[in-house]
T-cell receptor, first 114, second 111 residues
């Protein structure tokens, strides 16, 4: 149980285009999901907390207009990287809380902007 | 001061030996503690969670929590080459769903 599916696993896009990443909870309802970014040899950095039916809460320094988060249902949250640039190339990972203390992670999306 | 600190390593341990990974945290109200394993290019997977002082064992893994010292550790017994990975310590604070991660310790098990 508590499976989070994340797609795509890998995407290459041209600079200036937008990319959408989906995160689905398959066997539970996730009122809260989290989006992380991880650069090589660094730890996970929380970008934003996604709440179903309301606006996402972004961490300090994360551009809201660049990283659009939508959590329209209890099983789906999406992250759209708008006008992507090479510096946005990173490993993006979503996570969902399935119990008071339990968190499960998606498989991650490797974004490369060329 | 970083909220969650780990020795970045690399930590090299002979196969069959005990690997000891350490983590300290700064926020005294922290209540939930997690150890995740992350293979290169993959997302983290949960190994252990611990909420109370003392030891918690699961197979070859033992998590130890000392809230007075703000210290949590992970012991891996009978280390295997497949245990080679980066181990992330994560902390959840009271009333806050967010997880705060340490920088991770890279562990290499030497055959």
């Amino acid at each position: 149980g508590a499976v989070v599916s994340q797609h795509p696993s890998r995407v290459i896009c041209k600079s200036g285009t937008s990319v959408k990443i989906e995160c689905r909870s398959l066997d539970f309802q996730a009122t809260t999901m989290f989006w992380y970014r991880q650069f090589p040899k660094q730890s996970l950095m929380l970008m934003a907390t996604s709440n179903e039916g309301s606006k996402a809460t972004y961490e300090q320094g994360v551009e809201k207009d660049k990283f659009l988060i939508n959590h329209a249902s209890l099983t789906l949250s999406t992250l759209t990287v708008t006008s992507a640039h090479p510096e946005d190339s990173s490993f993006y990972i979503c996570s969902a809380s399935w119990t008071v203390h339990g968190y499960t992670f998606g498989s991650g999306t490797r974004l490369t902007v060329v | 001061q970083k909220e969650v600190e780990q020795n970045s390593g690399p930590l090299s341990v002979p196969e069959g030996a005990i690997a000891s990974l350490n983590c300290t945290y700064s926020d005294r109200v922290s209540q939930s503690f997690f150890w995740y394993r992350q293979y290169s290019g993959k997302s983290p997977e949960l190994i252990m969670s611990i909420y109370s002082n003392g030891d918690k064992e699961d197979g070859r893994f033992t998590a130890q929590l000392n809230k007075a010292s703000q210290y949590v550790s992970l012991l891996i017994r009978d280390s295997q080459p497949s245990d080679s990975a980066t181990y992330l310590c994560a902390v959840n604070n009271f009333g806050n769903e967010k997880l705060t991660f340490g920088t991770g310790t890279r562990l290499t098990i030497i055959p």
